[in-house]
């Protein structure tokens, strides 16, 4: 059953229900008033017209179990109160996770690779193996990469990888001018 199919059942259960409802208040149209689906199909009378237990609709916004579950609640039960659906407990820790997953991890990420950077960047100061000039150059160099990956990602539908690369190549370039200016004076403040 496609989901057009669905809908269908759903809002003809729907018809049925408030008929039943308004039969059961006493109210009714208008003696003479022909609504637009009266003149296309036949009205059935009320008591021949039993409820129909149309299969819930899953939604982004509900569940398919929370759907399930509303769905199964049977519509001819006389004393319903309304009842408020919980979320499962693993529709709620697949959604912290995927919370979690998406946008925390990559900023980890992104503070590790500023942290392995800053780590590097020492220990080749320390040994001497790059002179002042060539620090800098690779500073802005990986910076340069690290924002065309960013600005590549954020085009591919990648917002979250996208957006830390940008930021860590912001962060870079941060350090490779503050060591340029600051610390070996290659460029004036």
Do not use: C
């Amino acid at each position: 059953m496609d989901e057009n199919e669905q809908v269908d059942a759903r809002f003809q259960a729907l018809e049925a229900r408030i008929a039943t409802l308004e039969a059961a208040a006493g109210v009714g149209r208008a003696p003479g008033v022909i609504s637009a689906q009266a003149a296309v199909r036949p009205v059935m009378p009320v008591a021949a017209t039993p409820p129909v237990a149309a299969p819930p609709i899953a939604s982004p916004l509900v569940p398919a179990r929370a759907a399930a579950a509303v769905g199964a609640a049977s519509p001819a039960s006389p004393a319903r109160t309304a009842v408020p659906v919980r979320p499962v407990w693993s529709d709620v820790i697949a959604d912290l996770e995927e919370k979690l997953t998406g946008r925390a991890l990559a900023v980890v990420g992104g503070v590790a690779l500023v942290a392995g950077a800053i780590f590097f960047l020492s220990l080749a100061f320390s040994r001497g193996w790059i002179g002042p000039e060539g620090r800098v150059l690779i500073g802005i160099g990986s910076a340069g990469f690290a924002l065309a990956m960013g600005a590549w990602q954020l085009d591919h539908r990648q917002p979250t990888v996208g957006r830390v690369l940008v930021a860590v190549g912001l962060a870079v370039v941060s350090l490779a001018m503050f060591a340029a200016t600051r610390l070996y004076g290659l460029v004036p403040v």
